[in-house]
């Protein structure tokens, strides 16, 4: 240890992680160091001889592991941004260490009893609300750990866990390996997307399934699209979902659930998985019924072009992307001309000047992991320092797919000001040295949703890092990231910084037009694929028997139930549904939080409208105070209604999306 970076203070600016300095060779004995320093911190709050107190007790606690977490959350964004062998096999060798490093400190039963005496007293301390609260999400979080159980059951719990971290990490790293070892080169007269190769990306596969008109081809990448983790290679998830079921059902079981659906939703704002299913069920039948009438308009253009040909899964978008283009004359390519990366950063970046006061200033000198990753400073508009921003936008083999916002620090106020270190990763396609990255108006409206995420770590203003920021509810999470969606399709934003990427011309006014008329296009598709797979994962995680799991046989037997389309296909099949299966806990019984949020989010947003004003500076600070800074420190529901003034309603949502409730 006496060379490893983790063991000095950063000398870096603003304390950040020295990447250039950090090998992989230096993270498993800063993980064993780590957890070795905090099982000492915890270790003296056990033998402790004085009086629990909310100082000796849960404000100690909250300062353990600050060593630990500085590895945890470097090593962790590293292995999912920028990963190879090295990193893979650490992640392995770690995972189970640290599931049961934790469960240990969770299920002392002399720390929890610590802990449980200050709870018991703790309206009688005099505390702060914010400290109030933190006994309280400190005491919940035990109990859930299983701090009350019997000795043995302690320890099954334990093996569970580990297990679990295994498992789970073995999953993602079949995905990306499954996802990584497909390729499909396309001859020129194949190439209607100017790509020369497909893989599985969804930011290059989805607009070659868009604009190919080669059906064999888009059916071959469709169904490696869909097959990734179940191709009955060394890389198949199959086996995994079964044992990582049946281990989430007995660690629900154990701590007095019938499932694991009801213990995971007993901590989110939904509250119980009937909850969930009532709002999915709200969305099914309406999205349903736009589906059915938007394949008849595709059947029918495809009569058209293929006479005799039954749509497909792998037609729905080719023929969708026709119509789109036929009914409201949109090019994409066209479209993606005035929407270059630099302009839509411009435009994220402006959006939170207006609404919070903030200024973002890039540095080209900050350390970095990668040669693509981008560095800012983030300011108020009093000269206070917000914190850093890290943006990676393009694809690369080691990096996993999709798009996510994730933290190097998380801003608190204990022991002196720290400020929050946020990263955007998206998976755009990197355009050739010197042309500009063009993004789809799908591209366009993800780069905001990230930011949305981002801010929300940034703008973090509590005094204490577990209630810091983005740990909220998973069903709340989605929410402010969702909700600055609503500014990428204001007309002043488009207006300002959609601009042609060669002559500067501001986006015309007939194309914003035809733009926001076809966002509701394809709704039904998209909100039918959707609650597809938050159907499956709640019913994965509903299940109370402990049979032998058959993954394609359980998913046929839901989505028949469901009368899943033929031509539609869950957005994430399970052996690639990595939200659920890609870590222990995750989206677990939580992917509908995304509909929730978004119940939340359109509400939210409604605000603004009926101020009149999409930057209205009294429901801009609203906003801020409950909602983008206020982190976990009231129950979120407490926190939505002091933003909106009441409870949230689905009219919103339910217009934004064009549907007309049964």
């Not at 240890?1 to 983790?6: A, C, V």
């Amino acid at each position: 240890m006496m060379d490893n970076p983790f063991c000095f203070d950063w000398t870096t600016p603003f304390g950040l992680p020295p990447f250039g300095a950090i090998e992989a060779v230096h993270f498993l004995p800063a993980f064993v160091e780590g957890m070795r320093l905090e099982r000492a911190e915890v270790a003296a709050i056990v033998v402790e001889r004085r009086e629990p107190t909310f100082a000796n007790t849960i404000e100690a606690l909250e300062r353990c592991g600050a060593f630990l977490r500085r590895v945890a959350d470097v090593f962790s964004n590293l292995n999912a941004s920028h990963t190879n062998a090295e990193l893979q096999a650490i992640a392995r060798e770690t995972a189970p260490l640290m599931a049961g490093h934790r469960s240990a400190i969770s299920l002392d039963a002399t720390l929890f009893q610590r802990v449980d005496a200050v709870f018991a007293r703790r309206v009688e301390l005099g505390l702060g609300a914010e400290a109030l609260r933190l006994v309280e999400k400190t005491h919940k979080r035990f109990v859930r750990a299983g701090a009350r159980l019997e000795p043995a059951e302690k320890l099954r719990l334990a093996e569970i866990d580990s297990a679990l971290a295994s498992k789970t990490t073995l999953f993602g790293q079949n995905l990306l390996a499954d996802t990584a070892a497909f390729t499909m080169l396309l001859a020129p007269e194949e190439d209607a997307t100017g790509q020369g190769v497909v893989t599985l990306q969804r930011s290059s596969i989805e607009p070659f399934l868009q604009l190919s008109p080669r059906r064999d081809l888009r059916e071959k990448a469709f169904r490696a699209w869909t097959a990734r983790g179940d191709n009955g290679n060394e890389f198949d998830n199959k086996a995994l979902i079964g044992e990582i079921v049946a281990l989430r059902r007995e660690r629900a079981q154990l701590l007095g659930y019938r499932n694991y659906a009801l213990y995971s939703l007993d901590d989110k704002m939904a509250k119980s998985p009937e909850a969930a299913r009532q709002l999915l069920d709200q969305l099914w039948a309406p999205a349903m019924d736009t589906a059915r009438r938007e394949a008849a308009t595709l059947q029918q253009a495809m009569d058209e072009e293929q006479p005799g040909r039954r749509l497909a899964a792998w037609d729905w978008r080719y023929f969708a992307e026709k119509v789109r283009q036929g009914k409201y004359e949109i090019d994409g390519e066209a479209t993606k001309a005035y929407f270059s990366l630099e302009r839509m950063l411009e435009a994220t970046f402006w959006v939170a000047g207006r609404l919070f006061g903030l200024e973002l200033r890039e540095r080209t000198d900050l350390p970095k992991y990668h040669a693509d990753v981008r560095t800012w400073e983030v300011w108020r508009a009093d000269g206070e320092l917000v914190g850093i921003f890290y943006g990676d936008y393009y694809a690369r083999p080691e990096k996993r797919s999709g798009a996510w916002m994730s933290s190097l620090r998380d801003q608190q106020r204990m022991d002196g000001n720290m400020t929050a270190v946020v990263t955007n990763n998206l998976n755009f396609n990197k355009p050739p040295t010197g042309k500009p990255t063009l993004l789809s108006h799908d591209d366009a409206r993800t780069l905001f949703h990230e930011f949305g995420h981002a801010l929300h770590g940034l703008l973090s203003d509590v005094t204490y890092p577990s209630l810091s920021g983005t740990n909220v509810p998973r069903d709340f999470v989605e929410m402010p990231s969702q909700l600055y969606e609503h500014w990428f399709e204001d007309k002043s934003v488009l207006g300002k910084f959609a601009r042609h990427y060669e002559t500067g011309e501001t986006i015309p006014e007939v194309m914003l037009s035809k733009l926001k008329a076809a966002a509701n296009f394809n709704q039904g598709f998209e909100m039918v694929e959707y609650l597809a797979s938050a159907y499956v994962d709640l019913e994965w995680h509903l299940l109370e028997e402990g049979e032998v799991v058959e993954v394609a046989e359980r998913e046929a037997q839901w989505l028949l139930a469901l009368g899943m389309p033929e031509a539609i296909l869950m957005r994430h099949r399970s052996t690639h549904f990595s939200h659920i299966f890609g870590s222990p806990m995750g989206y677990a019984a939580g992917y509908y939080s995304y509909r929730w949020s978004a119940v939340l989010d359109t509400d939210a947003f409604a605000a603004f409208e009926e101020a009149g004003d999409a930057f209205d500076p009294a429901v801009a600070e609203l906003l801020l105070r409950f909602i983008y800074s206020a982190g976990a420190t009231q129950d979120p529901m407490a926190l939505y209604q002091a933003f909106r003034g009441r409870a949230p309603e689905t009219g919103a949502l339910m217009r934004s999306l064009g549907f007309e409730p049964r």
